[in-house]
C-alpha cells in the first residue's frame, strides 16, 4: 500500500516537472524567436593582413539576400558560411555571433591570377572562380588561359616552364591555347605567336595533375632561344608573326606582310 503510494507519488512529481520545463521550454523558445533578435546587421572585414578590393558589403547583402534563415540563436553558422562562399570574389567566409543582432564576417578574397577561358579566372591558390572580369583593374595584365576542362594545373606547370625558358627574348607570355587534341600555342607580349605542338598531357590519366619534368619540345625551345639573335639579323628588322617549332631539326617562320610602296599601289 505504501509502496504503491510511494511510487504514484514520484510520477506525479515527475509528471510536475516535466511540466514545468515544458512551459519554461516553450518560454525560452517564444523569447529567443522576438523580433528584437533578429539579424539586423552584416559587418564584412578582411581576413588577417588582407584587404578587400573586390568584395563589399552591398554585394554581399545582394547576394545573400533571402537565402538567410533564422535569428541571432537559430540562424545555422555553417549554412550561412556556405552561402556567403557562393558571392563572387569570396575564396572563404568565417561567420561569428555579436550580441544581440549582428552577424560578424572574416572574408579572405579570391586573387586573380590568369583569365581562363571566357568568363572564369585562376586564383593565385590555383582555383577557378568566377566573377566579373569587367571589375579588375585597367593595367591588370593577366594572362589569358584556354584549353579542356580540368587541365588548369597543368596550364599552371606549364606557364612556369614558359616563363623560364622564354625570360632570354625579354618577353612575358601572356595566352596559352591547349586543343582538344592538346597541341600547344603561346602568345607573347611582343605579340610573337609559338606553336609548340601536343603536350604529354594528352597522355596523362588525370591531367589535372599534370605531368612533372620538362616538355618533349624543351630542346626545341632552347634551340630557339639560341638562335633568335641570328634570325633577327637575317630578316633584317622584319616582323616576325608566327614560329612553328614542330619540326625535329628547325623551325619555320612566318613573316609579316611588307608594307606597300608607291610603285605597288601604280601597278594596281
Known amino acids: 500500500m505504501w509502496s504503491e503510494a510511494r511510487i504514484i507519488n514520484r ?3 515527475t509528471i510536475a516537472v516535466l511540466a514545468v520545463l515544458a512551459m519554461l521550454a516553450g518560454c525560452v523558445f517564444w523569447l529567443i524567436n522576438r523580433p528584437i533578435f533578429r539579424v539586423q546587421t552584416i559587418e564584412i572585414e578582411p581576413a588577417a593582413n588582407t584587404n578587400l578590393k573586390y568584395v563589399s558589403p552591398m554585394s554581399v547583402q545582394a547576394a545573400i ?6 535569428n541571432f540563436f ?4 555553417n549554412q550561412t558560411r556556405s552561402v556567403l562562399e557562393t558571392v563572387p570574389w569570396v575564396r572563404t567566409a568565417m561567420v561569428r555571433r555579436v550580441w544581440p543582432s549582428t552577424l560578424r564576417v572574416t572574408i579572405e578574397e579570391q586573387q586573380p591570377w590568369a583569365l581562363w577561358n571566357e568568363n572564369q579566372m585562376i586564383s593565385t591558390w590555383g582555383q577557378i572562380f568566377t566573377a566579373n572580369q ?13 584549353g579542356p576542362e580540368g587541365t588548369p594545373s597543368l596550364f599552371i606547370q606549364r606557364y612556369a ?3 623560364r625558358w622564354l625570360a632570354p627574348l625579354n618577353a612575358t607570355v ?4 591547349l586543343s582538344e587534341r592538346y597541341a600547344m600555342s603561346v602568345t607573347l607580349s611582343n605579340g610573337l605567336i609559338l606553336e609548340l605542338g601536343r603536350d604529354p598531357g594528352a597522355e596523362a590519366p588525370d591531367p ?3 605531368i612533372p619534368g620538362a616538355l618533349p619540345f624543351t630542346v626545341r625551345i632552347q634551340r630557339f632561344v639560341q638562335a633568335w639573335p641570328v634570325v633577327l639579323q637575317r630578316t633584317q628588322g622584319r616582323e616576325i608573326t608566327h614560329v612553328d617549332l614542330r619540326y625535329p631539326n628547325g623551325f619555320a617562320l612566318t613573316l609579316a606582310a611588307l608594307p606597300e610602296t608607291p610603285s605597288t599601289k601604280k601597278k594596281r
Request: aromatic share 2%; no cysteine.
Open 161 to 163: 616552364e614558359l616563363e
Open 134 to 146: 569587367g571589375e579588375l583593374d585597367d593595367d591588370a595584365l593577366l594572362p589569358q588561359f584556354i
Open 174 to 177: 601572356r595566352k596559352v591555347v
Open 74 to 77: 537559430t540562424i545555422n553558422l
Open 208 to 210: 589535372q595533375a599534370g
Open 11 to 13: 510520477l506525479a512529481n
Open 65 to 70: 539576400a533571402g537565402k538567410l534563415q533564422g
